[in-house]
């Protein structure tokens, strides 16, 4: 465990708490836990009972990353989306858009170590899209995404 850094996250494999580094000294590792409390351990506990979660080196990469329209979306002439109407066509696209910002809005805030707000701005993406295909298509501009979250909401409440 030579490449520790201030910043990095790690979980107990026995317990699940978390420890977050604030401090190395030689074979000592200080480190805020879940509960606010600071904790001391050494290198080889660390290694032993501990796994890495989260590694502040890639946290800088991590921000700059676009992760609601990413480079890798962007191949060629056409974006992928642009691809996909060409191959189904703008209404089976619309649904498409509908289903997705259904999926990221009911899952929002249930995967580990994401903001909500990034499933929110997905889903607001795929939703814009709908609107604007269905406007430049002049598609009546049915709200089916909105119903179709508000309906799946009252049957879990």
Not at 68 to 88: F, R, S, T
């Amino acid at each position: 465990m030579e490449d520790l850094k201030i910043g990095d996250v790690f979980e107990s494999v026995i317990s699940k708490d978390r420890v977050v580094i604030q401090a190395i000294k030689g074979d000592i590792i200080e480190g805020e836990d879940d509960s606010g409390g600071f904790k001391s351990i050494t290198r080889e506990v660390l290694k032993y009972n501990f796994f890495r979660v989260f590694s502040s080196q890639k946290s800088e990469e991590a921000r700059e990353y676009d992760y609601i329209n990413p480079n890798h979306y962007k191949k060629g002439d056409l974006e992928v989306w642009e691809q996909m109407v060409k191959l189904w066509g703008v209404e089976a696209f619309v649904k498409h858009c509908e289903m997705c910002a259904f999926k990221y809005r009911m899952r929002m805030g249930a995967k580990p170590e994401q903001p909500i707000e990034r499933d929110l701005k997905k889903a607001e993406w795929y939703e814009a899209k709908a609107n604007e295909l269905r406007f430049k298509e002049g598609f009546v501009g049915l709200e089916n995404i909105t119903k179709a979250f508000k309906k799946a909401s009252d049957k879990m409440k």
